[in-house]
């Protein structure tokens, strides 16, 4: 009984036994049966210069169809060019939009709209091709508009003017600042007034002070004073008036008819 047996593409027949093997054939082209002449100076200025590789493809096929035929030029369809390079049409056309603008390959179309190719061997006419990135139309201009709005918004050491700085010190002057001894005496005042001798909430006892001062810019000294004496007259509000936090909470959104929540810190 005979068996096959295919072992890393090696075909093995088994008759009896006796074992027989068949090597797959392998390409083996030759110039016999065709071949592209082209001179040894076009082909090391070609490996002299930077070519993407879907214009390469579409070199490769250009070359084919016209040197491989002892011709100079030749009408190829896109569809040729798709089956060749196995490329999707919008890719063949960016490719022969690439070796024309390389001056490489000269594209023209005759009376009746039908597009030849030629190769120019003429290679100290050809462009190479910009190592800079080429953007896209569309996304410049939104790159553009991009920095611009950056611009706008981010000041640098060199665009930042006399007009830019003073305009920003005159924006600060409108601002109330404090400084350490208007909160001392805050603090002080606060303490005697409660009878303490220190906040239990002592790491933002010195923020919440400024925000006090601020405060009695705002509503006055006098209410200040009398809302105080209301938190400290309640048996309930005056145990947590050792903490300044709660303290300002409840002089800032005093209500006089309700009963003051209990804050939780």
Known sequence: ?????????????????????????????????????????????????????????????????????????????????????????????????????????????????????????????????????TVIKKDNQRYQKRQSALSKKIHTKETITKETITKEISSKKGKQTFGNEDVNKMLTALKEKIGIEAFVDSRIERNMAKHCVNLIGKIGKELFVARLDTLLGNSFTAQHCNKIKFVYNNIKGFKAKKKLKKLIF
């Open 1 to 133: 009984m005979n068996k096959h047996l295919t072992l890393a593409g090696v075909d093995y027949f088994c008759e009896g036994k006796v074992l027989v093997y068949n090597l797959k054939t392998m390409a083996s082209p030759q110039k016999e049966n065709g071949y592209t002449s082209i001179a040894n100076e076009t082909m090391e200025a070609l490996a002299g210069i930077r070519i993407s590789g879907e214009a390469r493809q579409c070199l490769d096929i250009i070359l084919r169809k016209t040197y491989g035929f002892n011709k100079t030029k030749d009408r190829i369809s896109l569809s040729q060019f798709c089956l060749l390079s196995k490329m999707i049409k919008p890719n063949v056309c960016r490719g022969l939009l690439k070796l024309k603008g390389m001056n490489i390959v000269i594209i023209k179309k005759d009376n009746q709209n039908i597009t030849s190719y030629r190769f120019n061997k003429d290679f100290d006419t050809w462009k190479p091709l910009s190592k800079k990135i």
